[in-house]
């Protein structure tokens, strides 16, 4: 319980640190600009990130469903409150996103598949647009973002499902 | 949890929240005096100063910016600085803000200079093509890639200013996509603009 205490407030901390690109998330006009074609740097984030959550989302309603202890991973908190110190530090946006990314994992027990639910963060990520870029794909495809985070979650989600549990 | 490692967490964890609490009231030198020393007028060129639009404004709030139309002899270019201290984020990477505008870059290009290297990025939109020269400056340092500026700039916030003059991005462009330019002949003519 206390542990769990300490991971929501890393969890804070890094929607904090991160605040700006949360509020930037949650208040773009994804549809909207979807049907329109219109450029929009934070296209299809919201779509991304809501399957992205998913294992998490997964982990904690069977969690609740059979009244178990939950278990988390105490490293990927460690790692959230570095990455937020090193966004605070050099204002680089990047490791605020990790940061979060970190300490959403944090709540579910970790595996060798977090890291790859990891990777798949950057489906939400602003920096995918900048990585996309220099890779000379298409930046703004909404497809791409969708497809990199359910990609990155099967796994995972396999993983917490209840019979691989039992 | 056990005790020790229970509080040497809590600690970890206060002491991010205290940093992140403080750090936003700590300011650090900015480059406006290098904004300002810009000339607007000089013996090969003038210039139009231009309003930042609504959108522009919240997307460089607390930025110090300078956005105008300079006529160096015969060409007319777009000139935009943006110096990012006490807004970081708002300065993004230009070749990602033209792939944000709808434009390719479909090729880099880069030009030396005695202080650096400047990158002149081919742009391409349907049928129009263009050229856009884009640079960070220190002032006495010039460099073309983001990430030296993103390294630059984290190092001189973790240093508290004392790592260097804070880099401004600038984006000189062809006022009229269908124009042909000499960048050379302009920097020669307005070598200012390598001053900033």
Same mark, same amino acid.
């Given at each position: 319980?206390?542990?769990?205490?300490?991971? !929501?407030?890393?969890?804070?901390?890094?929607? &904090?640190?991160?605040?700006?690109?949360?509020?930037?998330?949650?208040?773009?006009?994804?549809?909207?600009?979807i049907?329109?074609?219109?450029?929009?740097?934070?296209i299809a984030?919201?779509i991304a990130?809501?399957?992205?959550?998913?294992?998490?989302?997964? #982990?904690?309603?069977?969690?609740?469903?059979?009244?178990?202890?939950?278990?988390?991973?105490?490293?990927?908190?460690?790692?959230?409150?570095?990455?937020? !110190?090193?966004?605070?530090?050099?204002?680089?946006? &990047?490791?605020?996103?990790?940061?979060?990314? !970190?300490?959403?994992?944090?709540?579910?027990?970790?595996?060798?598949?977090?890291?790859?639910?990891?990777?798949?963060?950057? +489906?939400?990520?602003?920096?995918?647009?900048? &990585? +996309?870029?220099?890779?000379?794909?298409t930046?703004f495809d909404p497809f791409t973002r969708i497809f990199l985070?359910t990609? +990155?979650?099967?796994?995972?989600? #396999?993983? #917490?499902?209840?019979?691989?549990?039992? | 949890?056990?005790?020790?490692?229970?509080?040497?967490?809590?600690?970890?964890?206060?002491?991010?929240? *205290?940093?992140?609490?403080?750090?936003?009231?700590?300011?650090?030198?900015?480059?406006? *005096? @290098?904004?300002? *020393?810009?000339?607007?007028?000089?013996?090969?060129?003038?210039?139009?100063?231009?309003?930042?639009?609504? /959108?522009?404004?919240?997307?460089?709030?607390?930025?110090?910016?300078?956005?105008?139309?300079?006529?160096?002899?015969?060409?007319?270019?777009?000139?935009?600085?943006?110096?990012? %201290?006490?807004? @970081?984020? *708002?300065?993004?990477?230009?070749?990602?803000?033209?792939?944000?505008?709808?434009?390719?870059?479909?090729? %880099?290009?880069?030009?030396?200079?005695?202080?650096? %290297? =400047?990158? =002149?990025?081919?742009?391409?939109?349907?049928?129009?093509?263009?050229?856009?020269?884009?640079?960070?400056?220190?002032?006495? @340092?010039?460099?073309?890639?983001?990430?030296?500026?993103?390294?630059? %700039?984290?190092?001189? @916030?973790?240093?508290?200013?004392?790592?260097?003059?804070?880099?401004?991005?600038?984006?000189?462009?062809?006022?009229?996509?269908?124009?042909?330019?000499?960048?050379?002949?302009?920097?020669?003519?307005?070598?200012?603009?390598? /001053?900033?």
């Open positions: 319980m206390q542990t769990l205490v300490f991971q !929501c407030t890393v969890l804070l901390l890094a929607l &904090f640190v991160g605040k700006d690109t949360v509020l930037a998330i949650v208040s773009s006009p994804t549809i909207t600009s049907i329109e074609k219109k450029h929009n740097f934070f984030a919201e990130f809501a399957i992205w959550i998913l294992p998490l989302l997964s #982990y904690w309603i069977q969690t609740a469903k059979n009244r178990l202890p939950p278990i988390t991973s105490l490293p990927f908190s460690i790692a959230a409150i570095i990455f937020a !110190c090193l966004s605070i530090g050099t204002s680089i946006r &990047f490791f605020s996103h990790l940061s979060i990314a !970190c300490a959403f994992i944090a709540l579910a027990p970790a595996n060798s598949f977090s890291f790859l639910w990891l990777f798949g963060a950057l +489906s939400w990520m602003p920096a995918l647009v900048w &990585f +996309s870029t220099k890779m000379g794909t930046p985070a990609l +990155s979650i099967l796994p995972q989600l #396999y993983s #917490y499902t209840p019979s691989k549990k039992q | 949890m056990n005790t020790k490692k229970n509080r040497f967490l809590w600690i970890f964890l206060l002491f991010a929240i *205290a940093l992140s609490l403080s750090w936003e009231m700590i300011s650090i030198p900015d480059a406006k *005096a @290098r904004l300002d *020393a810009l000339p607007s007028s000089g013996s090969f060129y003038s210039s139009q100063t231009l309003p930042l639009s609504k /959108q522009e404004k919240q997307i460089f709030a607390g930025c110090h910016m300078v956005k105008r139309i300079y006529k160096v002899d015969n060409q007319k270019v777009f000139v935009s600085i943006v110096d990012g %201290t006490k807004n @970081r984020n *708002a300065v993004h990477d230009p070749s990602v803000c033209f792939t944000g505008g709808g434009w390719s870059v479909v090729k %880099t290009t880069s030009l030396s200079i005695p202080k650096g %290297t =400047i990158d =002149i990025l081919t742009l391409k939109k349907e049928k129009n093509t263009q050229e856009v020269l884009v640079w960070f400056s220190e002032g006495d @340092r010039i460099y073309s890639s983001a990430l030296t500026y993103w390294a630059r %700039t984290a190092l001189r @916030r973790i240093s508290y200013g004392k790592s260097g003059p804070e880099p401004v991005r600038v984006v000189v462009q062809p006022l009229f996509s269908k124009q042909r330019m000499d960048w050379e002949q302009l920097l020669q003519k307005f070598p200012e603009l390598l /001053q900033v």
